[in-house]
């Protein structure tokens, strides 16, 4: 009897964890949280001749976890019909159509409509890949035809997108335009977008891009053209338009052409007004300066030449944003991962790589980085250490430099996650550095004056100048002109001695004196007896300081002098860089350089303005098109 109870019990335990544990899996998979970037916009539009507008929008997520995406549509005051959602395939170019149902299925979509704005949600769970949705659909009698043109206004980006992302389309009329004064084309939106309507043989079409749509930003074209190529469009109005149409576009871009002078201008008449109590920031910028240096630091620490020991416990990095510079650089990143391998973290090697030329090969030298053999716990590691580690080993599987350059070149998602790092790294260990300086405000405060003082002087020497010439003041331009020589003379020294001699405290002035006296000692290392000042592992580790110090060279030269291969070897630095003194700057600070430069976004510009609509930059504000609901995003 108590042996079946057993036998019950055991049996129902197993069907507890039998329905229990998928239960576990699946709430742990979907607590993951969704991570995504959309990242470009690629949009296609067919102008038919019964006016109706098919378009076509491939929007591009980078993921790293998803359940699916949704695509809002505002089909306001239209009918929207011959809809359909797909996932592109970059390799083949094949799109694949899925289906619509309502059970949320992974591979279908679903279709909401409050009788505004028409909801497409895509059910496709994705993680760690790059995902491209296409959205089909067709506006009925989107175009508008006059008595004399028709136009097309339509919002082609709504407004409710949380990504800021590339935009590429394009709209086609059904056919071409002999006389480009009656196809124009006017865009709206971020500065830096352009239009173009363009007639290439039978086929006319307009070209719109934007390399960096903000977040939240709308994209609109707003375009007219003959309606000869809409005879069938019932959408019809009576009414002469097209001079209209052109004036009210004009007028947009008069206005932000206007504005944009006006803002300046009133910069301009703000600096003016300002001069008039510029001769005294002078005064002022010295009186500033010599009060606060005295105050903050009446007895200045005395500090030997040469400091033969570390003054602080920083990483090189922070040492270097502390001390040496306000942001960190390639150099601090590279001491960081040679800090990294001295700690036992990560394994550095050199190895060769084949470099292809245009007449031969050659062979170059790059780094291979591994996970240490005895795992580490990385979160003994400070932050920006943690940071430099999963810049180089994300997946903790060994790689070369070299191969990061090339994922960063070839791989967006790759350039992305290393800048993220990047950035990362430089944030934390610039604001760490800044908390270790302790900078008093006086400091900022007398650089400002200093440099205002400046700025202020030179100007008004040119205002004199303008002010003085053919006019009755002309005959004392000498005594004038000398004046405010002297006031510039003067502002350019207190602004030397504000950077030069810069006002400190006490702490701050005695903690940068010590680390000069540090890298003093290191720049003089072959001066004397090394064995005498420390051991072989602190040498190992002050090697790492000389990184960021740009000393390196000097301090593995005479490492290599004093201890020798035999004794080098027991330390955890990788050989090569005691082999080749100069493999540090050679190899490490241009690879790592180079990989930091070439993950940064690329910058955007104002792209001018588009007077005619005959093509150029977007406009800000916009001409009323329709289409401003919608949005993009995932869920």
């Known amino acids: 009897m108590n042996l079946n109870r057993l036998s019950r019990n055991i049996l129902s335990l197993l069907l507890s964890l039998f329905i229990l544990v998928p239960l576990m899996t699946i709430s742990t998979v979907s607590a993951q949280d969704i991570s995504f970037d959309i990242t470009e916009a690629d949009i296609t539009g067919q102008i038919s001749s019964d006016g109706d507008v098919s378009f076509k929008e491939i929007y591009t997520f980078d993921v790293d976890y998803m359940n699916g995406a949704y695509h809002n549509i505002d089909y306001g005051g239209y009918n929207l019909t011959e809809y359909r959602v797909g996932i592109l395939d970059e390799e083949t170019g094949d799109i694949n159509y899925l289906n619509e149902s309502f059970n949320e299925a992974p591979g279908t979509f679903k279709v909401s ?23 089909e659909y067709t506006l009925e009698e989107l175009i508008t035809n006059y008595n004399d043109t028709a136009e097309i206004n339509r919002k082609i980006v709504p407004e409710n997108t949380d990504d800021d992302f590339a935009v590429d389309a394009r709209i086609y009329l059904p056919g071409s335009v002999s006389n480009p004064d009656d196809f124009r084309a006017w865009g709206y939106g971020p500065y830096n977008g352009e239009i173009q309507p363009v007639t290439e043989g039978d086929q006319s079409y307009i070209d719109i891009t934007v390399p960096d749509n903000p977040p939240n930003q709308f994209v609109e074209v707003n375009a007219i053209f003959p309606i000869a190529l809409t005879p069938n469009n019932q959408n019809i109005v009576q009414a002469n338009m097209k001079d209209e149409i052109i004036e009210q576009s004009e007028a947009t871009v008069e206005a932000d052409r206007e504005a944009h002078e006006s803002s300046q201008q009133r910069r301009w008449l703000w600096v003016i007004l300002a001069l008039i109590g510029f001769p005294l920031v002078t005064i002022f910028a010295w009186v500033y300066y010599f009060r606060n240096h005295r ?24 040492m270097a944003t502390a001390v040496l510079r306000d942001k960190p650089i ?31 090969r050659k062979s170059a030298s790059t780094i291979r980085v591994s996970p240490a053999e005895e795992e580490a716990d990385l979160f003994d590691l400070q932050k920006h250490e943690r940071y430099v580690y999963e810049y180089l080993l994300p997946n903790n599987e060994p790689t070369t430099l070299s191969q990061i350059e090339e994922d960063i070149q ?110 003093n000692m290191l720049d003089d290392i072959g001066n004397f007896n090394m064995r005498e000042v420390a051991s072989l592992p602190l040498w190992e580790e002050f090697l790492v300081y000389a990184i960021s110090l740009d000393v390196a060279d000097k301090v593995i030269e005479a490492m290599n002098k004093e201890y020798g291969m035999e004794e080098l070897s027991q330390m955890a630095m990788p050989m090569v860089i005691y082999s080749n003194p100069y493999w540090i700057n050679q190899v490490v600070r241009p690879s790592i350089s180079q990989s930091v430069t070439s993950s940064a976004p690329a910058q955007s510009k104002y792209s001018g303005s588009n007077t005619g609509g005959f093509g150029g930059g977007f406009s800000s504000g916009s001409s009323g098109g329709s289409g401003g609901g919608g949005g993009t995003g995932g869920f």
């Open 113 to 135: 409509d409050n009788g505004q704005i028409f909801r497409l949600q895509v059910f496709n769970p994705a993680e760690d890949e790059t995902v491209h949705f296409v959205f």
């Open 295 to 318: 105050k903050l630091n009446p007895k200045p620490a005395h500090i030997p030449e040469h400091v033969y020991s570390l003054p602080e416990e920083l990483t090189p990095a922070i």
């Open 330 to 360: 390639a150099d601090d990143f590279s001491a960081t991962i040679i800090d990294l391998a001295r700690k036992g973290y990560i394994k550095v090697e050199e190895v060769s790589r084949e470099k292809r030329g245009l007449l031969k």
């Open 410 to 519: 070839s791989n967006r998602n790759a350039k992305k996650q290393k800048y993220r790092k990047w950035t990362q790294f430089a944030n934390y260990v610039e604001v760490k550095g800044e908390q270790v300086r302790n900078q008093p405000k006086e400091y900022n405060n007398s650089v400002g004056y200093a440099v205002l003082a400046v700025i202020a002087s030179v100007i008004m020497l040119f205002v004199l100048l303008f002010l003085t010439l053919d006019s009755p003041l002309q005959e004392h331009i000498m005594p004038i002109l000398l004046a405010f020589a002297v006031n510039l003379i003067l502002a350019i020294v207190i602004l030397l001695l504000t950077t030069l001699r810069p006002i400190r405290t006490y702490e701050q002035d005695k903690m940068i004196k010590e680390w000069k006296g540090f890298a």
